[in-house]
Structures are given as structure tokens and as C-alpha cells.
């Protein structure tokens, strides 16, 4: 299989089907492997397209481009995260007073036309277009050029309120609700822009969020508070009822299940402890899981969206997700990414597996459930009893973990239950690798040598590709050489 039909192919799925069972039969080793990374329209417009090119494809075999288009985040937008140490390459000063973020692409009005949100060019870089700019250069180098664009908005955008999530309190949120029809068109829109106005061989988006039950017992690394929990907006509430679920008695078992967290967090014990009490409320208001459920299925229903809109504009490009790492240390959330079932409308799945900020990340999240509905269990057994349940090996210890990061152990193993969660499927399995994702000042950082194992691993574990994350504009050149290091040692580059 050549470089160029690893999309297409992919995109054959459907037609395809009826070969699952030939497809399934193992393969000779492909020596075009995807080999993708994640850059932001910043790294070009500071250090030359062509430069910037070179680099990737000389010292990682980049092959394919996954451009950030649209983000108001800085994650995967923007140049290095103020106050985390500037990389080797790249201008070298922060961009605090300039990043807003938005579409580093030109917006066409006529594609709009069924949103009230139309009105999001990133004004950061004046009237660069980073698909006009990369397209031409990336095609003589041979390389595949993806959007890349996430659900990350900012409250000060004409028209975003129409969009915004309604929280618990009944005050609107800063994220967009996939139950909004002007969100679901946009969603849509944006894509078929790129889709009809560039040259281009795919789309990725991701969501970094989740419903109303995960969010208010803490489960997830950052800090959610719960009382900013989504979504109870009036579609949102037609939606429940329309699917038998009743949104007040859910409106009314969230406001109890606040109760008990906020009274959690303060250490006030429930009389029959905190995680009996959690399943009381479960069992009273079987109304709080549904409403977790629906938001999920909202979300899947808005990348079937996706995939049909672009599909409807050209078959031939390539679509597929990027999964949270989330994914890694909820079995919540993970109970919810399903990805069998997600095949039939994803190309590719790039499943988030950063094992050195997996490190914090995991403290963080053992923290904040231990705060909760875990809040009877010592912070190392539940970190135990995590590393069981979620089939980990051998990690560090809570007092080390955030120092030492996650083991290239823990690349392979969720690489490996990645693809046999999509057995019988062709959705390409990509895992996304950390280079240099901004860590505290006393944890693990990227080193050239956890580099390479990561990468060795995740073929190991029967990858199709990697995807380099997050963002140039943070990545040390020694690491992303380590990167292509590996792949020079599996024959892979
Ligand atoms: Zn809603």
C-alpha cells in the first residue's frame, strides 16, 4: 500500500465491507506507515513552510500534516504554552498578547448559511491561510495534509451564546452543545469549507469533554467543578424526552448528586460512606446515567455528522477522531468510547496515549475521585486498583508517578487493546505520542530515549501509524528525531 491510498483505502470502508474477512488476514509489513504530526499555523508563519517541512520529514519521516485549522485552544494552536521552557527552534518569545485562536483558514460566508455562528477567523496572524500556504509545499514533498480542528470555543465571539451549553445552575457555559442544530451545522459547515476549498486528504476533530455524571464526580485529570456541569438546555431536553427520559426528575438527581459532592470534597462522610451513597443515588435517580448516556450519543451523533458531510463532498477523504486521553484513566469515560462501534463512521482513531504527562495526569485524576465517590479508599490502593482494572503493568508508585511519567509499557498495552477493540473493523488505529507536552516543573519531561520506546511500542502493539502531539511550536528537535529514529529502527522510515 503506497503512501497515497492509506486514506483512500480507508475510505473504501463501506464498499469494502464485504472483504472485512480477506482484509482481517495478517499483512506483510508496510514500510508507509502514517506517520503524522500536529502542527499549528504559528510554526509556519514564524519559521518558513518549506523549513519547517524539511525538518519534519528529514528527522521524523513526517508524512502526513495534521494542521490545526480551528481551535481557540492553545493545546494544539499557538506557539509554546507561557511559562513552559521555549523549544530550539521557532521564534523565541511568547505569544501571551497575541493568540486568540479561531479558523487560520479563510472562512467562505456561502458555506454558513445555516448557523448564527459565522464570525471566527483567528485574527493572530493577519491574512495567513495555512492550507494555502502548506498544500502546495507538503504535495511536492509528498506529504498528506489533514485539518485538524477540536471543540474549544472562548465566551467573547459574536453570536457564540446562540451555541453555548446550559449549565446545571441554568447559566450558559463556555463550550457549544451538540444538541444545538446551529452547532450541528457548523460542525458540519466548516468541514465541507475545507473540504470544497482546499486540496486536501482528510479531517480530524476532537472533543475533550464529557457528560454531566463524569464531570460532576471529578473523573477526569483538570479540575471540574460541579456545579458547571452540561448540558440542560432546551434541546438537550427535547432530545431526552423524545427518548424516554425524563429531564426534570434528571435535573433533580444532579442537584442531589451535587449535594453529595460538594459536601465529599469538604470530607463529610456520608453514614453508609461515600461510594454506597454514590450507588443510592444511582439506584434513586437511574435518570443521572441516562443523562450521561445521552450526551455521549450526542456527541457520536455530531461525528456521524461529520463523516457524512464530508463523505457527501468527496468519498475519497479520509475522517476520523481524536480520543481523549481521559481515556486512559476513567473507566467511565472509557466505558464510553467504544470503538467497534464507532468504526463504521471513522476512517482512522487517533486514541490519545501521551505516556509522559500520563504521569501527572493520573495523580491528578486519582486525586480528584479520590476526593469524591473514592474518597474512603488511600490514594496508593486506589491508584492500585486503577492499574488493575485498566490492565496496566508495572507503574510507578503515587509518590513517583508524576516525576516518572508512564512506561512505554503502557504505549504497548493500550495500542494493543485499541486494535482488538477494532478487530473485524478497517478503521486505522493511530496512536497519538508525546513529544514535549507541557509538564510541571517537578514531573517527567519528553526524553529522546522514552521517545523511541514510545514509538517502538506503539507498533509493537500493532499500530497503523502514530500521530506526533501536540504541536510543533513545543517539540524539542532532539525528541522528534527520536521519533524518527525509531522508525529508521523498525524499517519503518
Ligand atoms: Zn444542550
Given at each position: 500500500m503506497n503512501r497515497r491510498s492509506f486514506l483512500q483505502s480507508?475510505?473504501?470502508?463501506i464498499a469494502a465491507a464485504s472483504l472485512r474477512q480477506a482484509d482481517a488476514l495478517p499483512m506483510a509489513p508496510q514500510p508507509n506507515k502514517m506517520i503524522g504530526l500536529q502542527i499549528g499555523a504559528v510554526s509556519f508563519a514564524d519559521e518558513g513552510v518549506g523549513k519547517v517541512l524539511d525538518e519534519c520529514q528529514n528527522s521524523a519521516a513526517v508524512n502526513t500534516l495534521f494542521v490545526a485549522t480551528f481551535t481557540y485552544g492553545r493545546g494544539i494552536a499557538g506557539r509554546q504554552v507561557p511559562g513552559q521552557p521555549l523549544p530550539d527552534h521557532g521564534n523565541q518569545t511568547y505569544d501571551t498578547d497575541t493568540f486568540f485562536g479561531g479558523a487560520y483558514t479563510k472562512v467562505n460566508p456561502k458555506y454558513y448559511a445555516n448557523t448564527e455562528f459565522k464570525s471566527f477567523r483567528a485574527p493572530d496572524l493577519g491574512g495567513f491561510d495555512v492550507l494555502e500556504q502548506v498544500?502546495?509545499?507538503?504535495?511536492?514533498?509528498?506529504?498528506?495534509?489533514?485539518?485538524?480542528?477540536?471543540?474549544?470555543?472562548?465566551?467573547?465571539l459574536p453570536n457564540v451564546e446562540k451555541l453555548q451549553e446550559v449549565e446545571l445552575t441554568g447559566k450558559k457555559a463556555a463550550t457549544l452543545c451538540?444538541?444545538?442544530?446551529?452547532?450541528?451545522?457548523?460542525?458540519?459547515?466548516?468541514?465541507?469549507?475545507?473540504?470544497?476549498s482546499y486540496d486536501i486528504d482528510g479531517i480530524m476533530w476532537g472533543s475533550e469533554r464529557q457528560g454531566a455524571f463524569s464531570n460532576m464526580l471529578g473523573a477526569s485529570h483538570g479540575h471540574a467543578n460541579p456545579s458547571t456541569v452540561t448540558c440542560f438546555c432546551e434541546f438537550c431536553y427535547a432530545k431526552a424526552r423524545a427518548s424516554g427520559i425524563n429531564p426534570e426528575r434528571a435535573k433533580q438527581g444532579y442537584l442531589e448528586l451535587e449535594k453529595f459532592v460538594l459536601a465529599s470534597r469538604k470530607g463529610v462522610r456520608p453514614v453508609d460512606g461515600y461510594y454506597v451513597q454514590l450507588w443510592r443515588l444511582m439506584l434513586r435517580y437511574p435518570e443521572l446515567l441516562a443523562w450521561e448516556s445521552l450526551w455521549t450519543s450526542s456527541l457520536r451523533a455530531a461525528q456521524k455528522a461529520i463523516y457524512d458531510r464530508v463523505k457527501s463532498v468527496n468519498p475519497k477523504l479520509g475522517v476520523g477522531w481524536h480520543i481523549w486521553h481521559n481515556n486512559s484513566f476513567s473507566p467511565i469515560y472509557r466505558a464510553e468510547q467504544d470503538l467497534a462501534e464507532m468504526a463504521p463512521y471513522s476512517d482512522f482513531l487517533k486514541v490519545v496515549i501521551y505516556h509522559n504527562c500520563a504521569g501527572e495526569r493520573m495523580v491528578d485524576y486519582i486525586d480528584s475521585v479520590g476526593g469524591t465517590y473514592f474518597a474512603d479508599v488511600p490514594k496508593q490502593e486506589l491508584l492500585d486498583f486503577h492499574y488493575r482494572i485498566l490492565d496496566y503493568g508495572h507503574e510507578a508508585d503515587i509518590t513517583r508517578l508524576a516525576a516518572t511519567g508512564f512506561t512505554a509499557d503502557y504505549v504497548y498495552r493500550e495500542t494493543k487493546r485499541a486494535r482488538l477493540g477494532l478487530e473485524g473493523t478497517k478503521t486505522k488505529l493511530l496512536p497519538g505520542i508525546d513529544i514535549d507536552i507541557p509538564t510541571g516543573k517537578q514531573s517527567a519531561k519528553s526524553t529522546p530515549a522514552g521517545t523511541e520506546a514510545a514509538v517502538l511500542a506503539a507498533f509493537r502493539g500493532g499500530a497503523d501509524g502514530v500521530i506526533l502531539s501536540r504541536k510543533y511550536s513545543e517539540m524539542k528537535l532532539a525528541n522528534l528525531r527520536a521519533a524518527g529514529d525509531a522508525l529508521r529502527k523498525a524499517g519503518l522510515a
Open positions: 480507508a475510505a473504501g470502508t498544500i502546495p509545499e507538503a504535495k511536492k514533498r509528498g506529504m498528506q495534509t489533514i485539518c485538524w480542528y477540536e471543540d474549544v470555543f472562548r465566551r467573547d451538540f444538541n444545538n442544530p446551529d452547532y450541528q451545522n457548523w460542525l458540519q459547515d466548516i468541514a465541507e469549507d475545507w473540504s470544497r
